[in-house]
Nanobody
Framework: QLQLVESGGGLVQSGGSLTLSCAAS????????LGWFRQAPGKEREGVSC????????YYTNSVKGRFTISRDNAKNTVYLQMNSLKPEDTAIYYC????????????????????WGQGTQVTVSS
């Protein structure tokens, strides 16, 4: 059973940076597509970014393009989300997610596309 644990959240000023990590246990990640989602208070959970199992395919929601970078290190069984130029509207609980797939070069950014979820890490951006 795959388990995911996020870390790296915290409080940062507008314009600052944070790097989120999501460490997996129970299975190796090399056959999983991985995604980052976030949920702000009173809002639905939304997709932020995803990366294919092969690592060559990535996707970002429009609001984070050019500011966030997703990456994976299969040797460390970890996926990362580098977040730069943070804005108050980025404040949310950030979740990582994983789905076993045979497709190596594409990922999807919808909640239904992922079975395994972490518990989330809080990111707060002050203005």
């Amino acid at each position: 059973q795959l388990q995911l644990v996020e870390s790296g959240g915290g409080l940062v000023q507008s314009g600052g940076s944070l790097t989120l990590s999501c460490a997996a246990s129970g299975s190796t990640l090399d056959r999983y597509r991985l995604g980052w989602f976030r949920q702000a208070p009173g809002k639905e959970r939304e997709g932020v970014s995803c990366i294919s199992s092969g690592g060559g395919g990535t996707y970002y929601t429009n609001s984070v393009k050019g500011r966030f970078t997703i990456s994976r290190d299969n040797a460390k069984n970890t996926v990362y989300l580098q977040m730069n130029s943070l804005k108050p509207e980025d404040t949310a609980i950030y979740y990582c997610a994983a789905e076993l797939t045979s497709v190596q070069n594409m990922c999807v950014l919808r909640r239904g596309g992922y079975f395994y979820w972490g518990q989330g890490t809080q990111v707060t951006v002050s203005s």
